[in-house]
């Protein structure tokens, strides 16, 4: 045991990450602990509420339930990455969490990925901060220790896409309207490098190969067909179809499934973490380039004719 435990703290996703995250509980702690005492504790309910999103952790069950509530579509601006980094570093430091199931307070909407406002007409400064709470979203979930599944219950292109791709398992509203996708190129601009591993490692090589070139949206049926969504269930099961989904997860001992997670998302992230400088400076030499700039602006002109 005293071997297992050693290793664990080796391997630790979070623990790999030190300094760009805090430390997840795991690593220091003891897993078995952690896994016995939601059932040890009475039952509490602990409730945070920010301006972008709202946190609701159930202590007997050890699920917290995180819903983005940052209308009107829940886009990632750098106050929401910011206030999303905050919450995970407490669900991970809490010991009677075990379990994030991500999902929406606005309707049809999961996320409609990054704010284009962060990035167009700004500083090269502020694109770097901008960037490097986008890596730092990715880090926390990708590398988290808890279980995470995303219960998307409306359309989640781009980043909304990333976010569930981080996770652990995705269940989508069986919805013909919704749509899940890095549709990036659409808007001018090229999915990174970390962002087309995640996708790799969900969907494989060919798939993503298309995805990524063409900036394909996937319809849900097609997102469950090509392995982007696990599960499709009518929209109002889809947190309680996660609820349910989580217990199996949980059956499983904590050490054992965040060793395994580790071993498979651990060079994934290792790659991210070596390169996070130039990501960011390719990043901001990228957006920052007249054509794309132009480009954002276009894009944001053709949303502004559509609501007209």
Not at 187 to 199: E, R
């Amino acid at each position: 045991m005293a071997t297992a435990l050693r290793q664990s703290a080796k391997y630790s996703l979070l623990g790999r990450l030190a300094p760009f995250v805090v430390p997840a509980s795991f690593p220091s702690g003891n897993a078995i602990g952690r896994t016995a005492l939601p059932y040890l504790m009475s039952n509490q309910r602990h409730s945070s509420s920010g301006t972008k999103m709202k946190v609701d952790l159930d202590s007997s069950t050890g699920i917290a339930v995180m819903r983005f509530q940052s209308p009107p579509v829940n886009s990632l601006s750098l106050d929401f990455l910011t206030e999303f980094a905050i919450n995970m570093e407490k669900l991970e430091l809490d010991k009677s969490c075990r379990g994030l199931i991500l999902t929406s307070a606005v309707p049809k909407i999961f996320s409609a990925g990054l704010d284009i406002m962060e990035m167009y007409g700004k500083s090269p400064e502020h694109c770097g901060e901008f960037w490097k709470a986008v890596q730092e979203m990715w880090l926390k979930l990708y590398g988290s220790n808890m279980v995470a599944i995303a219960a998307v219950n409306g359309s989640s292109p781009a980043g909304g896409c990333l976010m569930a791709l981080s996770c652990d398992y995705r269940i989508m509203a069986e919805n013909p309207r919704y749509g899940i996708g890095l549709n990036e190129t659409q808007l001018g601009i090229v999915a990174p490098f970390w962002f087309k591993d995640t996708m790799v490692n969900t969907v494989g090589h060919r798939t993503t190969e298309l995805a990524l070139e063409l900036g394909l949206l996937y319809s849900t049926p097609d997102a469950l067909r090509i392995g982007l969504v696990d599960q499709l269930v009518p929209e109002d099961k889809v947190v309680s179809t996660a609820m349910e989904t989580m217990t199996k997860w949980f059956a499983i001992p904590d050490h054992a499934r965040q060793i395994t997670k580790s071993m498979m998302r651990k060079p994934t992230i290792d790659k991210m973490v070596s390169n996070r400088e130039s990501d960011i400076k390719n990043f901001v030499s990228f957006i920052t380039r007249d054509s794309i700039q132009k480009s954002l602006r276009m894009y944001m002109e053709s949303l502004r004719k559509r609501k007209a």
